[in-house]
């Protein structure tokens, strides 16, 4: 069946599908709780032991036993067929077959033997024991396991932290639950209160991997991360994968300079793709989630529309884990060949409901680099400033049109008024002497600089305001959780901000023994109001800032608009606009509504066999409104757009598993089969209006031309996949996994080459420290390895041709060939394989801890275009024929240095290094260009900027105009003293090869600091801004021989004679300006990324105001660059979060942000 005609009517499509489950939901949590029935016992048991049998009973009914393990495993194994009977007719059943009798007391069995001895209990009759289990804090630990040692008598605590175990004075009690250290105590008749502490690090971390399936780490043949949501959460952001910078070892975080609505870009061991994506897939909950950028910036402009994982609000997170290889996200198949990060929400917890509020406030402010502008010389040319050079021009009309010299003060003032305006983006002029001069609008004011906060005097004190609310709960049959949240940002740019409000509903029934039922929705709103413009200068208002004079006050161009209604300009150049015209008069507005939601239900057959079957969707409708209003100096008739998208995916999904373990847990297998089917669909319409009839209303029917479109596309992929585990002893393991993907977008008709591709992988752990006797000082020692193959997948539409409406014939629409590259029948997933090997290990009673990756990554196939004949019509034919190269390693030291009663120090540090190659393109070309700069187009004099991937050199190379170098590599001179240019060259490369980061955690008593450092070493970024900026005498490297001239450092055309050419300054530094090499940096930095330092108060300082728990926090992020050595901007100024990184131009100002977060619980 068509998606189409599934989904016409979209929103009734997700009417339904969200009503039906929220029906499911409010079903399930209306539900009658019950307790399971002591007289309708299903036991069909054939040779089983009889431990095994009573683990059966206990789940079915809810009994405990108590016995001795060596008395009952003597016993043989035995055979049982019952069907709803008693627990009476069980036990008797047992009774003669066994040598076993059993007496009751309360919930528990006591198990004897028949034997005068007695020898299953001791003689003495055993007593109850209570107690009360919380962590340090005080909180009561729900669900911690309290277990008899050597027997499987236990128990688990109560939503109070309360429990109570019938067992033999002075037995041995195990308690125990994930996270903290377990503590043995001995049984004794007075009530017990225990607290547990968190582990320093965990061996048995247990973590979230692909399909949502949980597995203890060291089971792992591959490398995982996770990031607890309370890590995440400690320092807010905007975005929420920005958030996991400097905190996983091999993830590349990026973020392009567009304030706070901006998209960010992961990148895990490397780029795979020459020019498809490479960034991970995002899961929620099982469902993968639509990561669409909708609009970034390039040469020419625009703005940063945001992404999906922008969506998500950290509050509503449990977990993130980074697959990083690809078995670890071998599961997900084509889609998951870049890693995957799998998000896991917060569920409800047995006990009462309990309520959480949350209340996070930041206030960023720029951090700008004043000191690289120079402040000494204002508007003006060749040393002269806009009054002296009316004088000179004056001067000459007199002289040439032999008019009297009393003339000469008319014309100056008829001159300068014009041409102060004119050269106002040109800082070449005299000496800031305080002097009365002309300026740019026609007043005479001082000649004087407009102070170092002229860039602080436009940009606001931007804030971020979170209320977050949840409320959670359950009983052993239901547990819900609703939140809502409420974000709300003010950006550092006037006029510009987002609202996004979150609510989640989450809801999970163990209706009996053999079904669960899951439910998870998400709803986010979010509007927002005037993303900053980019690149480009006409629509960026960070742009015209860098391009006034140092003597021009930005706070002159607040009236906005002229005498005649139009743009008031700064300078002669409708290129540059007005800062506070374009954030105020210019508008672009748009909203987005988002719903992911997954239905689940899991069906035990038995304790090993089970079924699970999921639902979901992700589903986005988002509108978009751009005005670029009438008296606009660069379109002054003014002009609008539209547009409307709908776009999403769902999964339906079903796996059939079996888990089991054999001879007394010698060995253990887990194995399932599953499938899966996705479905994606994009739906867009568009107008435009050109022109406005009348100035001041902006609608497209007051338009004078209008125009639009609509697109469509979908695309399905449909899949089998696999996993068989296999264990011994806890100490080896094996995993194997297999999934072929079938492609509609490789499906075609006269296609001859197959539509699907399979991708295995195998992947083995041996736990050393479980098969040999190592030293005390090191617990746990593990070894793995894996292989995997994976691929990415095709977009649709590129194997036949498509047909658009896009050219008139006598205002007559008429269809043509919409696409610029040659389809091909023949096109196919391109291929990566991947191999790691690792190192686990902890030392020093798991204070310390290694965790080592080496790994290599083979891409082949990739997709390309190749060139072709210009007089075919076309520009190139995509084809499969690239290859790239990725190897690194990762290091994760996890440390606990100091650990005493009341203070605790942790820390980590992670490494990675990447190294990623091109190896081919095609047969036909070794190179092409990824990313062009704005500079050295259309008139601009700086040097051109590309970037490159070429064969043999690592992804993304640095090309652009060079000095001209003798033998020496010394630079070299023209005869009028200025650098000579030596062509298009390799000047860096845009991706740091090197990301490091160190966390540190210290807790005395309720006060905890948090510190964490990010840094990235090597990689390059040319810096637009820096190139303008000289070329327009902003620089503060434009100061030297201002007033006497530049001799620059090197050689004379002849490549041997010392230079000695002094050259004007002006004409030097704009020579300088088209050197693109020279303004290729260093993009190094480490910066001190996040600081908190919170207090949570003493339980019996709270519990009266009917609190559980009450933190406060001051928070601060980005508060110090400890180093980096690019000029004038940010090293992370992206421009963008495509391929081609490398380019900086004009971006939004760093920030520093400091706040609190408040967490209250009932």
Excluded at 158 to 186: A, P, R, T
Excluded at 571 to 581: E, L, R, S, V, W
């Amino acid at each position: 069946m068509n998606i189409h005609s599934i989904l016409k009517k979209g929103s009734t499509y997700s009417d339904l599908f969200f009503t039906f489950l929220l029906f499911v939901c409010l079903s399930v949590i209306s539900m009658k709780t019950y307790a399971q029935s002591e007289n309708s016992l299903t036991l069909q048991v054939k040779k089983q032991n009889v431990e095994q049998v009573f683990a059966q009973i206990t789940q079915q009914s809810g009994v405990k036993f108590f016995y001795d393990h060596e008395t009952v495993r003597q016993e043989s194994q035995i055979n049982l067929n019952f069907r709803n009977a008693s627990l009476k007719e069980v036990l008797d059943a047992i009774e003669k077959q066994t040598k076993l009798r059993f007496e009751r007391k309360g919930n528990t069995i006591l198990v004897k033997s028949k034997t005068a001895k007695d020898k299953s209990v001791s003689k003495e009759e055993p007593i109850q024991v209570k107690g009360r289990i919380v962590d340090s804090s005080g909180e009561a630990v729900i669900g911690a396991s309290i277990q008899a040692k050597g027997t499987s008598n236990g128990t688990t605590t109560d939503i109070d932290g309360n429990f109570s175990l019938s067992v033999q004075e002075g037995q041995w009690l195990v308690i125990s639950y994930i996270g903290y250290q377990s503590v043995q105590i001995k049984a004794e008749r007075k009530t017990m209160n225990i607290t547990l502490k968190e582990s320093d690090i965990a061996i048995d971390e247990v973590v979230v991997t692909a399909l949502g399936i949980r597995k203890e780490k060291k089971a792992l043949a591959y490398s995982v991360t996770e990031v607890k949501g309370e890590e995440m959460n400690r320092v807010k952001v905007a975005n929420l994968a920005t958030g996991l910078a400097g905190k996983v070892a091999g993830v590349n975080v990026s973020k392009p300079a567009s304030g706070v609505m901006g998209s960010s870009r992961i990148i895990i061991r490397g780029n795979g793709s020459l020019n498809g994506s490479n960034q991970p897939l995002y899961v929620i909950d099982g469902i993968p989630m639509d990561n669409t950028n909708y609009g970034q910036t390039n040469m020419w402009g625009g703005a940063d529309g945001g992404d999906g994982i922008s969506s998500i609000n950290s509050e509503d997170i449990e977990s993130m884990s980074v697959l990083k290889g690809g078995t670890a996200a071998a599961l997900y198949g084509s889609r998951a060949s870049n890693g995957a990060i799998v998000i896991t929400t917060k569920r409800g917890a047995i006990g009462r409901v309990k309520v959480e509020y949350n209340l996070s406030y930041t206030n960023e402010h720029i951090v700008f680099k004043n000191d690289d502008l120079q402040w000494e010389y204002g508007a003006g040319s060749t040393g002269a400033n806009p009054e002296q050079m009316a004088y000179g021009l004056a001067l000459q009309q007199i002289q040439q049109h032999g008019l009297p010299e009393s003339m000469l003060p008319t014309l100056v003032d008829k001159i300068a008024p014009t041409l102060a305006s004119q050269i106002n983006m040109l800082s070449y002029g005299s000496k800031l002497d305080g002097k009365d001069i002309m300026q740019f609008d026609g007043v005479r004011r001082p000649y004087v600089a407009s102070g170092k906060d002229n860039f602080k005097n436009f940009y606001e004190n931007a804030w971020a305001l979170t209320n977050n609310v949840a409320v959670s709960g359950g009983t052993e049959k239901v547990q819900f959780r609703i939140a809502a949240g409420d974000q709300r940002f003010h950006d550092i740019m006037p006029n510009s901000k987002l609202e996004r409000n979150n609510i989640t509903l989450s809801v999970q029934s163990k209706l009996d023994e053999h079904l669960t039922l899951k439910a998870n929705v998400m709803y986010v709103r979010e509007r927002a109001k005037n993303r900053p413009g980019l690149g480009d200068l006409t629509s960026n208002a960070n742009a015209t800032l860098f391009m006034l004079s140092p003597n021009t006050d930005v706070r002159l161009l607040e009236k906005r608009v002229n005498d005649q209604g139009m743009e008031f300009l700064p300078t002669g150049q409708a290129y540059i606009g007005n800062p506070y015209f374009i954030a105020y008069n210019h508008s672009n507005k748009d909203s987005k509504d988002r719903i992911i939601g997954s239905m689940e239900a899991q069906y035990n057959f038995t304790p090993n066999w089970y079924v699970r079957g999921k639902f979901g969707g992700d589903m986005i409708n988002r509108r978009n409104e751009a005005i670029t209003p009438y008296g606009t100096a660069i379109d002054t008739d003014g002009a609008m757009s539209n547009s409307s998208i709908y776009n999403g995916e769902f999964n339906a999904e079903a796996i059939a598993g079996y888990t089991n373990t054999f001879r007394d847990n010698l060995f253990s297998v887990d194995a399932f089969l599953g499938w899966n089917t996705m479905g994606t669909w994009y739906n867009q319409t568009t107008a435009n209006g050109q022109g406005f009839i009348q100035p001041d209303f902006h609608a497209m029917g007051n338009s004078t031309v209008t125009n639009g479109g609509s697109s469509h596309s979908e695309s399905y992929i449909n899949s089998l996949f696999g996993q068989l585990e296999f264990s011994y002893q806890s100490m080896l393991y094996l995993t194997f996994t297999g999934r072929n993907d079938w492609f509609s977008a490789l499906s075609y008709k006269g296609k001859n080459s197959s539509n699907h591709i399979f991708y295995p992988s195998i992947g083995a752990g041996f736990i050393l420290s479980e098969a040999v006797r190592l030293p005390e000082w090191i617990p746990f020692l593990k070894i793995r390895g894996s292989w995997a193959q994976s691929g990415g997948a095709v977009g649709p539409y590129n194997l036949g041709l498509t047909y658009a409406f896009n050219q008139k014939i006598h205002g007559q629409p008429i269809g043509s060939v919409s696409q610029t590259i040659v389809p091909n029948l023949n096109l196919k997933p391109l291929t990566s394989n991947a191999y790691e090997i690792g190192l686990d290990a902890r030392f020093f009673k798991n204070r310390i801890g290694i965790d080592f990756t080496y790994y290599v990554r083979n891409t082949k196939d990739d997709i390309v275009d190749a060139g072709v004949s210009s007089a075919s019509g076309y520009k190139g034919v995509r084809i499969n024929a690239g290859k790239v190269h990725n190897h690194g390693v990762e290091l994760l030291l996890t440390a606990v240095p100091v650990k005493t009663k009341d203070f605790t120090w942790n820390t980590s540090f992670n490494f990675s290094y990447n190294k990623s190659e091109v190896k081919r393109i095609t047969d036909e070309i070794d190179e092409f260009i990824l990313e062009t700069a704005r500079t050295g187009h259309d008139g601009d004099n700086c040097g051109p900027a590309f970037i490159y991937h070429e064969v043999g050199e690592p992804y993304g190379i640095i090309k652009g105009e060079s000095y001209k170098r003798n033998d020496k590599g010394e630079i070299m001179y023209d005869d009028n003293g200025l650098p000579m240019k030596g062509g298009i060259k390799k000047l860096g490369e845009s991706v740091a090869p090197y990301t490091l980061g160190l966390s540190n955690g210290l807790s005395y008593k309720g006060f905890s600091l948090n510190i964490l450092l990010d840094a990235k070493i090597g990689g390059n970024i040319y810096s637009m801004t820096n190139a303008h900026m000289y070329s327009f005498g902003r620089h503060v490297g434009t100061l030297p021989g201002r007033e006497g001239g530049v001799i620059g450092k090197g050689v004379k055309a002849d490549g041997k004679t010392p230079n000695d050419v002094k050259a004007e300054a002006m004409k030097y530094y704009m020579a300088m300006a088209g050197i693109t090499e020279e303004f290729v940096y260093d993009a190094s930095f480490v910066k001190l990324r996040e600081l908190s330092f919170g207090y949570t108060f003493p339980q019996k300082w709270i519990k009266k105001l009917g609190m559980s728990s009450l933190s406060l926090a001051i928070v601060g992020r980005n508060l110090w660059n400890i180093y980096d050595d690019v000029p004038l901007v940010d090293p992370e100024a992206m421009l963008n979060i495509g391929n081609g990184q490398g380019f900086e131009s004009y971006g939004m100002p760093a920030t520093r942000s400091i706040g609190f977060n408040l967490n209250v619980k009932f």
